[in-house]
């Protein structure tokens, strides 16, 4: 036989055994997955609040993915309370829960419980939201977060004209008012929206398209904290009584969230904007409400994200881990909890408008067209 054939079929042997060690740690529908030890295993699912539909949409898709599996769950909601989460938590560990999965509600919040995971060995993924501050957090996934903000500044301009559908300048030169609304400080992922939205936005800003109307473009001064509705419909309010008065009209605004652009459009409305000329609002999640408000024209755009894939993805991390295989990564670079870089695994968001709405939300399967009646 010749040496090459040898070589090359004891190759393909290997890839065949990895393969199949691989998989083995994939677990299958059958509830058979786990080995030794962890078979049947508690995991620790901690979500933030249920106001927001995709939390509870995440929450379920975790605790069936992991039941699939056989593993047991205790899935919690914290009511958006911080020290409700922490105890949730510390009631996890002393229930022997030997994986955590945790959305948090303040992301620095959390040291001593995960302090005491390390001391069981219970490993801890962050899910959507980064853990900061604490060395124990094992792994994390979630969207491109800075890319979610490129991607709602790039649909701001894009609706006011500024920029064409491939993204290319029109030449639209304004001048627009706009207003600027963030996240919740405490939540990572705030940063990241902002940060990828006004590096999206600065150059216009600078060359005077966009005009800030309030002045506010600090992340603190346009934060809202809980990512809370109201908060962010009193800001606008307050936005429209001290600087748009007289005639002068907000074009676009901002919002980094379905839920906040809910509050935002409230107070124009009651402020006496007609439904069918609210300026260009923004948002995240794709969640029912506001994909209705965009097909009725109200909202211009949300991002969506796909918790399907992120469910899948905490499930996939979790079962790696109880069954003694690494779990995969795409980035080890970008997000650093100020003591460790935390391998991440990364999904991309998708820009969602009146135009694309079936084809990205229906024809996946994510909604039904009856969901968005
Ligand atoms: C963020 C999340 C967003 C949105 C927001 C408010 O952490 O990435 O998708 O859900 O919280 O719940």
């Known amino acids: 036989m010749n040496i090459k054939k040898v070589l090359l079929g004891a190759a393909a042997l290997g890839v065949a055994v990895s393969l199949a060690a691989c998989s083995g740690g994939r677990g299958g529908t059958g509830g058979d997955s786990g080995s030794g030890d962890n078979k049947g295993a508690l995991v620790g699912v901690a979500m933030p609040t249920k106001t927001s539909e995709r ?178 419909q009193k800001r606008m309010q307050d936005l429209i009584a001290s600087t748009y008065s007289g005639g002068k009209k907000v074009d676009g605004v901002l919002s980094p969230y379905d839920g906040l652009s809910i509050g935002i459009i409230s107070a124009l409305t009651s402020a006496g904007y007609a439904t069918d000329a609210l300026p260009i609002i923004t948002g995240q999640d794709a969640e029912a409400a506001s994909v209705k408000s965009i097909i009725a024209g109200q909202q211009y755009s949300t991002i969506y994200k796909d918790t399907r894939q992120l469910a899948d993805e905490a499930v996939k991390m979790a079962d790696d881990l109880l069954t003694g295989t690494k779990p995969e990564v795409n980035d080890t670079k970008s997000y650093d909890n100020k003591v460790k870089v935390v391998p991440t695994f990364l999904f991309q968001p998708t820009v969602v408008t009146k135009d694309n709405y079936k084809k990205v939300l229906v024809d996946s399967g994510y909604y039904t067209e009856a969901d968005l009646k």
């Open 55 to 232: 939390w509870i949409k995440d929450g379920d898709a975790v605790k069936s993915g992991l039941e699939k599996l056989g593993y047991k769950v205790d899935l919690e909601y914290a009511d958006d309370k911080i020290p409700q989460q922490v105890q949730q938590i510390s009631n996890m560990l002393t229930k022997g829960a030997k994986i955590l999965i945790v959305a948090s509600i303040d992301g620095t919040a959390l040291s001593d419980q995960l302090d005491q995971a390390a001391e069981q060995g219970v490993k801890v993924i962050a899910y959507d939201r980064l853990i900061n501050g604490n060395k124990n957090v094992d792994y994390y996934t979630t969207f491109d977060n800075y890319k979610v903000g490129v991607d709602q500044a790039t649909s701001l301009l894009t609706g006011l004209g500024v920029l064409d559908a491939d993204g290319k300048e029109t030449g639209e030169k304004g001048p627009f008012n706009v207003e600027l609304f963030a996240g919740s400080p405490d939540d990572n992922n705030a940063t990241f929206f902002y940060n990828g939205a006004m590096d999206t936005l600065k150059k216009y800003i600078d060359d005077g398209t966009l005009v800030v109307g309030s002045g506010q473009t600090g992340f603190t001064q346009v934060a809202t904290l809980r990512w809370d509705p109201a908060t962010a």
